[in-house]
Every structure is written in C-alpha cells, then in structure tokens.
T-cell receptor, first 115, second 115 residues
Framework: QQQVKQSPQSLIVQKGGISIINCAYE??????FPWYQQFPGKGPALLIA?????SEKKEGRFTISFNKSAKQFSLHIMDSQPGDSATYFC??????????????FGRGTQLTVWP | DAGVTQSPTHLIKTRGQQVTLRCSPK?????VSWYQQALGQGPQFIFQ???????QRGNFPDRFSGHQFPNYSSELNVNALLLGDSALYLC??????????????FGEGSWLTVV
C-alpha cells in the first residue's frame, strides 16, 4: 500500500514558470513532510520540510503548501530554472525519536525545465 | 564537515553471492537508516539502527541484515543475491534528540548490479 501518493509522474515547465507537484497521504499520524531533490546518480538532498502546525513554508523560490484536512501537500517552485531539472520526491514520517528516519516516499516527479 | 559517506559507490555481484555496503553518518549523528531505491522508484525503507540495535524494519526479507558499530557507522549485508536486488542503496543519518527538528541526510548511495 502506497502511503504517499505523488503526481504528476513527469512535468515539463518553461524557464521562469511555476512548477507544482502534489502529494497526498493516508496516515493522519504523519507529522513531518520533507521534499527531496535528486539529480541522476546522486542521493536525495533535502530541499524543504514542513510540519502540520503551519499551512505554508517558503524558502527562496521553494514553497510547501499544506492542507491538513485534505491530507495533501504540494511543492511550488517559482521562477523555475534549467538547473532545477531533477527528480523530486515528497515524503512523510512520524516525527518522534523512535520513528524519525523511516520516511515513506512518493514515487517521484521528473521535472524538466526548458530554457 | 563531511556528510553521509558510503562505500563502495558501484559494484557488480553474481546471483547467490553476498554483499556488504558501508556507511559513515554525518558528524554528530547517531541514527542510521538504509533505503533501497530501484530504478525510477522512490526509496524504500529497509531498517534503522541506533545504539547499535535494529529499531525499525521495513518489508524486506531476512536476507537483508545490518550492523551498527560504536562509532555509529553501519553496514548493510545482503545474502543470496537475486537479480531483483539490483538497486541504489542509500544510507541516511539523523541527529540525537527528541526527534522534532531533526533533519535526515542521505549519502550518495551504492549502486549494486546483480548479474
């Protein structure tokens, strides 16, 4: 059972445009939601993360929007650049000492930004 | 400050053989988790170690085993390799504490090909 569902599978955006990736989760106990960026041949790198006590978090061009009642969260990349072309994964976890580290990942979104 | 380091970066094994992958966590981190990432998929949690004990385990057979050493480094062992074990194996580490506010960092991974 896929605990975190991610869409779209692939996304093509023009340079300067907005990239939007959506995720939905099942387990209402999840309380930590990170996004990872992965380039080919590399490990995932933490991009931004949010906890359900806030509805939005912004870091530079990256924003997470969180809707607790709908069990959905999304990543917005403003002013998308060719260097943003990568695979993006959403994830969820129970944020406690004994459970942190077990991340449930979505299947990933391959983002291509055309110059 | 070195991040999460893994070795080897690439290796090729024959079906039925055994493999050992190694991981050194980020400085100051005491918890190590291992993930398997098949091509085109999101990482899947294998297990987590802290205080030299396996604390959580994902849905992986007993052929997958691990160990954590007093210096917090860790090994992943896979016995009786199958073709389906071909994947990128990722090590992740996190810091001690209550869990909230911790960040999980990934290494570059070890590419395992089983032929």
């Amino acid at each position: 059972q896929q605990q975190v569902k991610q869409s779209p599978q692939s996304l093509i955006v023009q340079k300067g445009g907005i990239s939007i990736i959506n995720c939905a989760y099942e387990n209402t106990a999840f309380d930590y939601f990170p996004w990872y960026q992965q380039f080919p041949g590399k490990g995932p790198a933490l991009l931004i993360a949010i906890r359900p006590d806030v509805s939005e978090k912004k870091e530079g061009r990256f924003t997470i929007s969180f809707n607790k009642s709908a069990k959905q969260f999304s990543l917005h990349i403003m002013d998308s650049q060719p260097g943003d072309s990568a695979t993006y994964f959403c994830a969820a976890s129970l944020d406690s000492r004994s459970t942190l580290g077990r991340l449930y990942f979505g299947r990933g979104t391959q983002l291509t930004v055309w110059p | 400050d070195a991040g999460v380091t893994q070795s080897p970066t690439h290796l090729i094994k024959t079906r039925g053989q055994q493999v050992t992958l190694r991981c050194s966590p980020k400085s100051g981190h005491d918890t190590v988790s291992w993930y398997q990432q098949a091509l085109g998929q999101g990482p899947q949690f294998i297990f987590q170690y802290y205080e030299e004990e396996e604390r959580q385990r994902g849905n992986f057979p007993d052929r997958f085993s691990g160990h954590q050493f007093p210096n917090y480094s860790s090994e992943l062992n896979v016995n009786a390799l199958l073709l389906g074990d071909s994947a990128l194996y990722l090590c992740a580490s996190s810091a001690p504490g209550t869990g909230r506010g911790n960040t999980i960092y990934f290494g570059e991974g070890s590419w395992l090909t089983v032929v």
